[in-house]
C-alpha cells in the first residue's frame, strides 16, 4: 500500500524533525500524531486512509510519509490483526541463492502445513531499508506470524511489529541478552570450536574469509567468535590477514589471493560458499589442502562432503531450526502469548581439508 519511496521520505522527515520522531517512536502513535506529524488534519489523515481521491497529490505524499515514518497502523486494522486469525505465517531471507535458507524454509512450510497454516515468503536481498516494505506488506496482508532472519533490523520493522500484534521471531541465531525471540544457534559460539580444532592441529597463522559485516549479524558474530576464541589461545586476527566478501565461489577466488601473502597456513570461511572459492583457488594456485593450507567452511551443505578434499565445518541445525520456528509461532499465536525463544546446538564436522589422515566425524 504504501511505496519504498514514502518510506525513504520517512527517513528524510524523520532527521528534521528528530525530537518529535524519537517521541512518538516510543509510545504506539495514534492518527492524531500522524497528522500533527504530517501538519494536516485528522480528517485527511481518514480520507488517505480510506483512498479518499479528494486528497491532493502532495499531501497525500506527506500523510504516506508521516505513516511510514511512525509505523502506524490503525487502530481497527491492528484489533482485526490481533483478533482474526489467517492461518497464515510469513518468512522474509535474505536471499534465495543460499541452499542453507531454502532447507530452512522448506522444512518450515512443512511443519506450517502439518498445522494447517500456509507460508508467505519473501526476499530482502540484505537490505534493510527495504524489508522495512516487506514487513508493512506481510503485516498488510494479515500474517499471524512472522520469521526474520537475524537480529538486525531497522527499528521501524520492530515497530510495524509490535504495533500490529503480530507474533514474530528471529531466526538463524541466539542471543540471550537481547529482548526478542531467538530460535537459532550462536554464530559466535559456533566457531570456538573451529579455531580450538585448527589451534589443537598446529595451526598459528590463521586467516578468514568472512562474509560481509554491515547487514548481516550472523556474520559479523563469526568474525567476533573467531577474535575471540583465537585471543582465548592468545593468538590474534591481524586485519591483514581478513577479507569480507559476498556469498560467491567467485568472490572467495578472488579474495584469497592477498590474504595468501600474509603467510596463514589455516583459513576460516564465512560459510561453505566461500569455502568451496577458497579451496578450487588455492588447488588452481598449486596448493595442497590440507598441506598447505588448511580451509574450513560453515554450514554443512551437501557439496561439502562431496569435494575433493572434503570440507570441514559446522553443522548447522537448519530443518530443525525451520521447524521449531514454525511451531513456536502457531503456539504463540494459538496460545496468544509471547514467542518462546529456544536456542539449537551446532557441531564441528571434521574433514579432509583440515586434516592430511582425514580422521575425524564425518
Not at 561453505?272 to 598441506?291: H, K, M, N, Q, R
Request: aromatic share 4%; with cysteine.
Amino acid at each position: 500500500m504504501y511505496a519504498l519511496t514514502f518510506t525513504l521520505n520517512a527517513h528524510t522527515i524523520a532527521k528534521n524533525q528528530d525530537n518529535s520522531y524519537k517521541s512518538l517512536m516510543s509510545k504506539n502513535p495514534t492518527q492524531t500524531d500522524v497528522a500533527r506529524y504530517a501538519q494536516v488534519s485528522t480528517a485527511t489523515v481518514s480520507r488517505v486512509l480510506n483512498g479518499s481521491p479528494l486528497v491532493r497529490a502532495d499531501v497525500r505524499e506527506r500523510v504516506e510519509a508521516a505513516i511510514a515514518a511512525l509505523a502506524y497502523v490503525p487502530h481497527e486494522q491492528a484489533r482485526a490483526l490481533v483478533m482474526r486469525r489467517t492461518r497464515t505465517l510469513g518468512a522474509i531471507i535474505p536471499t534465495l541463492n543460499n541452499a542453507i535458507f531454502a532447507e530452512g524454509i522448506n522444512a518450515l512450510e512443512q511443519a506450517a502445513r502439518l498445522r494447517g497454516y500456509t507460508l508467505m515468503i519473501s526476499v530482502s536481498n540484505y537490505d534493510l531499508e527495504g524489508e522495512v516494505m516487506l514487513v508493512r506488506k506481510m503485516v498488510e496482508r494479515g500474517v499471524d506470524g512472522l520469521m526474520l532472519v537475524g537480529n538486525q533490523h531497522a527499528p521501524e520493522a520492530f515497530a510495524l511489529l509490535r504495533n500490529s500484534g503480530v507474533r514474530f521471531v528471529n531466526g538463524w541465531t541466539h542471543d540471550p541478552a537481547l529482548r526478542m525471540a531467538n530460535v537459532g544457534f550462536s554464530n559466535r559460539e559456533a566457531m570456538f570450536p573451529v579455531v580450538d580444532h585448527l589451534v589443537a592441529s598446529g595451526h598459528r597463522n590463521i586467516g578468514m574469509l568472512a562474509g560481509l559485516c554491515t547487514m548481516n549479524d550472523r556474520a559479523r558474530d563469526r568474525l567476533i567468535g573467531v577474535k575471540e576464541r583465537l585471543a582465548h589461545h592468545g593468538l590474534a586476527l591481524l586485519p591483514k590477514k581478513v577479507a569480507e566478501v559476498p556469498y560467491s565461489v567467485e568472490h572467495a577466488r578472488a579474495a584469497l589471493k592477498p590474504v595468501l601473502k600474509t603467510d596463514i597456513t589455516a583459513l576460516i570461511c564465512g560459510n561453505d560458499v566461500i569455502a568451496f572459492g577458497a579451496v578450487f583457488e588455492a588447488l588452481a594456485l598449486g596448493l595442497s589442502v590440507p598441506g598447505d593450507l588448511a580451509i574450513t567452511g560453515f554450514d554443512n551443505l551437501a557439496l561439502a562432503r562431496e569435494l575433493s578434499p572434503a570440507i570441514t565445518t559446522v553443522d548447522v541445525p537448519t530443518e530443525r531450526m525451520g521447524e521449531c520456528i514454525a511451531n513456536s509461532l502457531i503456539d504463540a499465536v494459538e496460545r496468544e502469548e509471547e514467542v518462546v525463544s529456544r536456542r539449537l546446538p551446532t557441531k564441528l564436522i571434521v574433514r579432509a581439508s583440515t586434516s592430511i589422515q582425514g580422521l575425524g566425524p564425518s
